[in-house]
């Protein structure tokens, strides 16, 4: 499964992106999506989760109520809103699949990834 994320860029503290992973590969659309984040030099985190069907989500504390996680599988693309955004959103952003049909919130369970997309948010 090969991942690309799109949809990153500078936006001011309040204001709202929209991030994208399209998938390409056999079978892409019965992966799992996690989105991650990364600041310097910190740890990758989990931000949000979307399973295959698109049924079932789960969001990190940090971002809910803020982030919404959703998926269109006939465009085999995974989509994550951010709105309300703060300074302390700002990472590289990742996403990246999974196989298994449970929630994984930890990085090393997932198993393809994509190359990251920058979000800046300035205050």
């Known amino acids: 499964v090969h991942l690309v994320e799109s949809g990153g860029g500078l936006v001011q503290a309040g204001g709202s992106l929209r991030l994208s992973c399209a998938a390409s590969?056999?079978?892409?659309?019965?992966?799992?999506i996690g989105w991650f984040r990364q600041a310097p030099v910190k740890e990758r985190v989990f931000v949000a989760y979307i399973s295959a069907s698109g049924g079932s989500t789960y969001y990190a504390d940090s971002v809910k109520g803020r982030f919404t996680i959703s998926r269109d599988n006939a465009k085999n693309t995974v989509y994550l809103q951010m709105n309300s955004l703060k300074p302390e959103d700002t990472a590289v952003y990742y996403c990246?699949?999974?196989?298994?049909?449970?929630?994984?919130?930890?990085?090393?369970?997932?198993?393809?990834w994509g190359q990251g997309t920058q979000v800046t948010v300035s205050s």
């Open positions: 990246a699949a999974d196989r298994a049909a449970v929630v994984r919130t930890t990085a090393n369970r997932y198993d393809y």
């Open positions: 590969g056999r079978s892409s659309s019965n992966y799992a």
